[in-house]
């Protein structure tokens, strides 16, 4: 994975010197809360119903053990033995003190990471394909890119104040993991030979975002060769700067630029500010170098994998004795994914243990544990998915009992991914002041509820995403089930959407009725998860049969026994 | 008005100096320049009012006379499209010794797009200062997006802001001021 060079490491190091000084003035009082604010949210420091919250970035999802055993460290150290992953590839740390974070950001420091830009109306993290360099699906490996724009857009001078926060994706794959059209701009890497002398090109998706609006980005440029991204991404950002709405919060985000001006004028505009960002004497001074890609792109290069065989799945699964063989097999066919390179796969550890924490949570002890198995197994590095999940990318085949049987021991086996636990849910009104209603006990009732792993595995690939609230951290939009808790006269409600998707055929899921009470969410579930049972024909999966009966079964369903607003929380 | 201002030359450093110029909101407008605190004969008017007193085409001998003298510039209003005047900018460029562009309140961050465009669209070479509700740690991104000069908000210690100019020795990404940092070649 990449390593600082003396730049990165010194301009991290200078952010710590500058946070410490705005956390000092703060604290004496010569800078005020409202004037504060937004200088902390651009380190990522959040003010939270109960306490400060830290935000650290993990730029495109790349962690090393060393990196995690940090974040263990910083987890005992300053906050209460845990940190939620969450679906941008960020870690947050829900109990820190004001006066503590400029330490957290130097240990941080020491070991390449930092919380810049992970909130704030500016450029956040930049997110990406867990899979990044070893999926099997992938035709171009997106981290260069990825590590070249992240370096271009931290502390960029002229996007520090834009009208509202500005997410990228980055996607090199045949299967979109990144839900790129829900971001500000998607960028698509593809390999074209009559394009840029056949070498990478980016199409361009602008104007997505989930949200209070949730919209699908629009394709508005094809075919940028890679070198140009500085200049075209500049020229769009400052379309947007200077026309995005500033006079209504909920109207800032670009994807409203994007519809009210259209799609085709949106890139109109684009293509006549690049006219004169991109001149052929400007160009050398502004854009990417092949010299400074070499520089980044060396720290992406294959670990040093053994030459072995691939192992078929049979073999893998009869290398497990017979007591464990069907538990075994379970977890293969679910968490373990195909890899490019013979012999080895990528694993994926379950932080959706079924009803005990919040999805996305790890204890220190399991981030410690992890370490250790990435060092053991997958060359000291691992990745954070969207879904709220680690992976271990580059593991032996051989080595897979081992590791399952490890992970076992430290909770992180449970076969889920996919399925219907492996919820997807923001941190919720049990710690964010923005959040309308809970998503943590929601989703823990839904896994009691459906804590049977033969009819979960029966029911088979269903997303299931909570938000707290309309700013769809959890991302319900694109949850094939989404569930949004909003606010009636002071009491927390959940309406259920239906029909979303993520991946190459995205859709925003739609709104089945009126919301229901907490303590009904399960059984709605349960009505939902029936109608598909006895609608589906053959292994239709849960969208399928959805996208075939549309919504009145499934609603149907939901209401004959529910939302007759019979108040009541969980029990 | 703040009495000093933070003056930062692209190729200098900054220094404190007297703030010679005004800013004039545009109210109470009479048609001319307003009276001016004493002392001072130099006035930032607003673009739009520059616009509809164009001396070119407002024979306005007063505002005349003191462009003559250098004794006006413009300020820009955080959404006037500067894009849209490309000529009456491109005339400005020989009345206006300073130009300033306005920041309503310190989020509000289109007058870095403002200062990049007149830096690198119109290769402004004057003054461009920063004037509004202009913070200490909005200095560094100013500085480097294409302002060269500071109005602070009344309350801001100028003593701090000096402070922030040299916070970072290295960027990774070209701006007006300085090109981003490469590694020394071995």
């Given at each position: 994975?990449?390593?600082?060079?003396?730049?990165?490491?010194?301009?991290?190091?200078?952010?710590?010197?500058?946070?410490?000084?705005?956390?000092?003035?703060?604290?004496?009082?010569?800078?005020?809360?409202?004037?504060?604010?937004?200088?902390?949210?651009?380190?990522?420091?959040?003010?939270?119903?109960?306490?400060?919250?830290?935000?650290?970035?993990?730029?495109?999802?790349?962690?090393?053990?060393?990196?995690?055993?940090?974040?263990?460290?910083?987890?005992?150290?300053?906050?209460?033995?845990?940190?939620?992953?969450?679906?941008?590839?960020?870690?947050?740390?829900?109990?820190?003190?004001?006066?503590?974070?400029?330490?957290?950001?130097?240990?941080?420091?020491?070991?390449?990471?930092?919380?810049?830009?992970?909130?704030?109306?500016?450029?956040?993290?930049?997110?990406?394909?867990?899979?990044?360099?070893?999926?099997?699906?992938?035709?171009?490996?997106?981290?260069?890119?990825?590590?070249?724009?992240?370096?271009?857009?931290?502390?960029?001078?002229?996007?520090?104040?834009?009208?509202?926060?500005?997410?990228?994706?980055?996607?090199?794959?045949?299967?979109?993991?990144?839900?790129?059209?829900?971001?500000?701009?998607?960028?698509?890497?593809?390999?074209?030979?009559?394009?840029?002398?056949?070498?990478?090109?980016?199409?361009?998706?602008?104007?997505?975002?989930?949200?209070?609006?949730?919209?699908?980005?629009?394709?508005?440029?094809?075919?940028?060769?890679?070198?140009?991204?500085?200049?075209?991404?500049?020229?769009?950002?400052?379309?947007?700067?200077?026309?995005?709405?500033?006079?209504?919060?909920?109207?800032?985000?670009?994807?409203?630029?994007?519809?009210?001006?259209?799609?085709?004028?949106?890139?109109?505009?684009?293509?006549?500010?690049?006219?004169?960002?991109?001149?052929?004497?400007?160009?050398?001074?502004?854009?990417?170098?092949?010299?400074?890609?070499?520089?980044?792109?060396?720290?992406?290069?294959?670990?040093?994998?053994?030459?072995?065989?691939?192992?078929?799945?049979?073999?893998?699964?009869?290398?497990?004795?017979?007591?464990?063989?069907?538990?075994?097999?379970?977890?293969?066919?679910?968490?373990?994914?195909?890899?490019?390179?013979?012999?080895?796969?990528?694993?994926?550890?379950?932080?959706?243990?079924?009803?005990?924490?919040?999805?996305?949570?790890?204890?220190?002890?399991?981030?410690?544990?992890?370490?250790?198995?990435?060092?053991?197994?997958?060359?000291?590095?691992?990745?954070?998915?969207?879904?709220?999940?680690?992976?271990?990318?580059?593991?032996?085949q051989s080595q897979l009992l081992n590791l399952w049987r490890a992970a076992k021991n430290n909770n992180l086996a449970l076969p889920n991914i996919g399925l219907l636990t492996d919820i997807i849910a923001c941190p919720g009104g049990d710690f964010c002041s923005l959040a309308n209603a809970k998503s943590l006990p929601i989703a823990k009732a839904i896994q009691e509820r459906f804590d049977d792993l033969d009819y979960l595995f029966d029911l088979g690939?269903?997303?299931?995403?909570?938000?707290?609230?309309?700013?769809?951290?959890?991302?319900?939009?694109?949850?094939?089930?989404?569930?949004?808790?909003?606010?009636?006269?002071?009491?927390?409600?959940?309406?259920?959407?239906?029909?979303?998707?993520?991946?190459?055929?995205?859709?925003?899921?739609?709104?089945?009725?009126?919301?229901?009470?907490?303590?009904?969410?399960?059984?709605?579930?349960?009505?939902?998860?029936?109608?598909?049972?006895?609608?589906?024909?053959?292994?239709?999966?849960?969208?399928?049969?959805?996208?075939?009966?549309?919504?009145?079964?499934?609603?149907?369903?939901?209401?004959?026994?529910?939302?007759?607003?019979?108040?009541?929380?969980?029990? | 008005?703040?009495?000093?201002?933070?003056?930062?030359?692209?190729?200098?450093?900054?220094?404190?100096?007297?703030?010679?110029?005004?800013?004039?909101?545009?109210?109470?407008?009479?048609?001319?320049?307003?009276?001016?605190?004493?002392?001072?004969?130099?006035?930032?008017?607003?673009?739009?009012?520059?616009?509809?007193?164009?001396?070119?085409?407002?024979?306005?001998?007063?505002?005349?006379?003191?462009?003559?003298?250098?004794?006006?510039?413009?300020?820009?209003?955080?959404?006037?499209?500067?894009?849209?005047?490309?000529?009456?900018?491109?005339?400005?460029?020989?009345?206006?010794?300073?130009?300033?562009?306005?920041?309503?309140?310190?989020?509000?961050?289109?007058?870095?797009?403002?200062?990049?465009?007149?830096?690198?669209?119109?290769?402004?070479?004057?003054?461009?200062?920063?004037?509004?509700?202009?913070?200490?740690?909005?200095?560094?991104?100013?500085?480097?997006?294409?302002?060269?000069?500071?109005?602070?908000?009344?309350?801001?210690?100028?003593?701090?802001?000096?402070?922030?100019?040299?916070?970072?020795?290295?960027?990774?990404?070209?701006?007006?001021?300085?090109?981003?940092?490469?590694?020394?070649?071995?």
């Amino acid at each position: 994975m990449y390593k600082y060079d003396h730049i990165d490491q010194t301009l991290v190091d200078q952010r710590v010197i500058q946070f410490r000084d705005q956390v000092e003035r703060r604290l004496n009082g010569t800078l005020a809360e409202e004037e504060f604010r937004p200088l902390r949210l651009q380190n990522g420091l959040y003010h939270q119903r109960h306490a400060y919250m830290l935000r650290v970035a993990i730029p495109y999802g790349l962690l090393s053990a060393k990196q995690l055993r940090t974040l263990a460290f910083i987890a005992d150290k300053y906050d209460r033995g845990y940190g939620h992953f969450t679906t941008r590839q960020n870690i947050q740390f829900n109990w820190v003190e004001l006066e503590q974070t400029p330490d957290i950001l130097a240990e941080l420091a020491k070991v390449e990471m930092h919380a810049i830009q992970t909130s704030g109306n500016c450029i956040r993290n930049i997110t990406s394909d867990a899979f990044a360099g070893v999926a099997a699906d992938e035709y171009i490996d997106p981290r260069p890119v990825c590590e070249l724009l992240r370096q271009w857009s931290t502390l960029h001078p002229e996007f520090a104040h834009l009208p509202r926060k500005f997410k990228f994706a980055i996607n090199g794959a045949k299967e979109d993991r990144t839900v790129l059209l829900c971001h500000d701009v998607g960028i698509e890497l593809k390999k074209n030979p009559n394009i840029n002398n056949g070498e990478l090109t980016a199409d361009i998706y602008a104007g997505g975002g989930m949200g209070r609006t949730p919209i699908l980005g629009s394709l508005i440029k094809q075919g940028l060769p890679w070198q140009v991204l500085p200049s075209y991404l500049t020229a769009l950002l400052r379309v947007y700067n200077r026309f995005g709405r500033r006079d209504n919060l909920y109207k800032a985000r670009i994807k409203i630029l994007v519809k009210a001006l259209g799609p085709e004028e949106f890139a109109r505009q684009v293509e006549g500010e690049w006219a004169h960002l991109h001149s052929p004497e400007k160009q050398s001074k502004d854009n990417f170098t092949q010299l400074e890609w070499e520089r980044v792109a060396k720290h992406f290069t294959k670990p040093a994998y053994q030459k072995l065989n691939a192992v078929s799945n049979e073999v893998v699964i009869a290398s497990a004795p017979e007591p464990e063989r069907a538990a075994f097999a379970r977890w293969l066919e679910r968490n373990v994914k195909p890899h490019q390179v013979p012999g080895y796969a990528s694993v994926i550890l379950s932080l959706k243990p079924h009803g005990t924490v919040a999805p996305g949570d790890a204890t220190s002890a399991q981030m410690n544990a992890i370490a250790d198995l990435a060092d053991q197994y997958s060359f000291g590095e691992l990745r954070v998915t969207h879904e709220q999940n680690l992976v271990l990318a580059d593991v032996e085949q051989s080595q897979l009992l081992n590791l399952w049987r490890a992970a076992k021991n430290n909770n992180l086996a449970l076969p889920n991914i996919g399925l219907l636990t492996d919820i997807i849910a923001c941190p919720g009104g049990d710690f964010c002041s923005l959040a309308n209603a809970k998503s943590l006990p929601i989703a823990k009732a839904i896994q009691e509820r459906f804590d049977d792993l033969d009819y979960l595995f029966d029911l088979g690939d269903i997303s299931l995403n909570i938000s707290g609230c309309i700013n769809s951290c959890g991302h319900h939009h694109v949850g094939n089930i989404g569930v949004l808790g909003v606010d009636k006269d002071g009491e927390e409600w959940y309406q259920i959407t239906l029909g979303g998707e993520q991946g190459n055929d995205a859709s925003i899921g739609k709104v089945i009725g009126p919301s229901f009470y907490a303590n009904e969410i399960p059984d709605v579930m349960t009505s939902l998860i029936n109608t598909y049972v006895e609608q589906r024909t053959g292994d239709e999966p849960f969208i399928e049969t959805y996208r075939r009966l549309g919504v009145t079964p499934f609603k149907e369903a939901a209401y004959k026994n529910n939302g007759k607003h019979s108040k009541g929380a969980l029990a | 008005m703040n009495k000093q201002i933070i003056y930062f030359p692209k190729d200098g450093k900054p220094t404190v100096v007297a703030n010679e110029w005004q800013v004039w909101d545009g109210e109470r407008d009479e048609g001319g320049i307003p009276d001016l605190e004493h002392g001072l004969h130099k006035v930032l008017v607003p673009f739009h009012w520059w616009r509809m007193h164009n001396p070119a085409h407002h024979q306005n001998a007063d505002v005349l006379d003191k462009a003559g003298k250098g004794e006006i510039g413009v300020w820009f209003a955080a959404d006037d499209d500067i894009l849209k005047h490309a000529e009456i900018i491109e005339e400005g460029k020989n009345l206006w010794p300073v130009v300033g562009a306005h920041f309503p309140i310190f989020r509000d961050g289109r007058s870095f797009s403002t200062a990049a465009l007149l830096r690198d669209r119109f290769e402004w070479q004057g003054e461009v200062r920063a004037i509004g509700d202009v913070l200490i740690d909005q200095l560094l991104q100013g500085a480097r997006v294409g302002f060269d000069a500071f109005e602070l908000r009344p309350d801001q210690s100028i003593d701090i802001g000096l402070k922030q100019f040299d916070l970072y020795s290295v960027a990774t990404q070209n701006c007006w001021r300085d090109t981003r940092s490469t590694q020394a070649v071995a």
